[in-house]
């Protein structure tokens, strides 16, 4: 144990932000997929579809490839979802005229369940956070903000 106290920075894992975020997030994440199940989504499939909806709200076009960027995921997971989201009957994908590519929309079933869904989930995590006072989380969403712009190198 003494040699742990040596190679870390912190005196418990407690004290580690990282360590912190993972249990964090661990918590928040299985609060949410509680709330999801009522409407046949698992998290990801709920990022997809929000992500889907707020990218098409205009009417425009976009790709796979553009929901995956906005949503963070790579496109191989982006695919796997709307693939399970089409299969709900949730998402339509029509190919594009490069034929390679698909255009996601959101069905009139869709865009029911995000309606019903969003508020939950917003709900959900109001409950979250609600022992933060307004100023915190404020200053928390400022953070997590900057975190989102940091690029670290390896």
């Known amino acids: 144990m003494n040699k742990l106290a040596k190679i870390s ?3 418990s894992p407690e004290e580690s932000p990282g360590f912190l975020l993972w249990h ?19 998290h ?6 929000a992500t889907t909806a ?9 790709s796979q490839s553009d929901i995956g960027k906005s949503a963070g995921l790579d496109p191989n997971t982006t695919s796997q979802i709307l ?12 190919r594009a005229l490069n034929e390679r590519s698909k255009n996601p929309t959101v069905t009139k ?12 989930v917003e709900e959900t995590d109001a409950q979250f956070f609600q022992t933060l006072t307004q100023k915190n989380l404020d200053d928390l969403i400022k953070l997590f903000q900057k975190l989102m712009s940091t690029k670290i190198s390896l």
């Open 54 to 62: 707020w990218l098409t709200r205009e009417g425009d076009h976009i």
């Open 109 to 120: 079933l869709g865009l029911d369940v995000f309606y019903k869904a969003l508020p939950a």
């Open 83 to 94: 693939r399970g989201l089409e299969v709900k009957s949730f998402i339509k994908r029509t």
């Open 44 to 49: 990801p499939q709920f990022v997809v579809l």
């Open 9 to 11: 920075l912190f005196k």
């Open 24 to 42: 964090i997030s661990l918590s928040w994440r299985s609060c949410i997929e509680e709330t999801l199940k009522r409407f046949d989504l698992t």
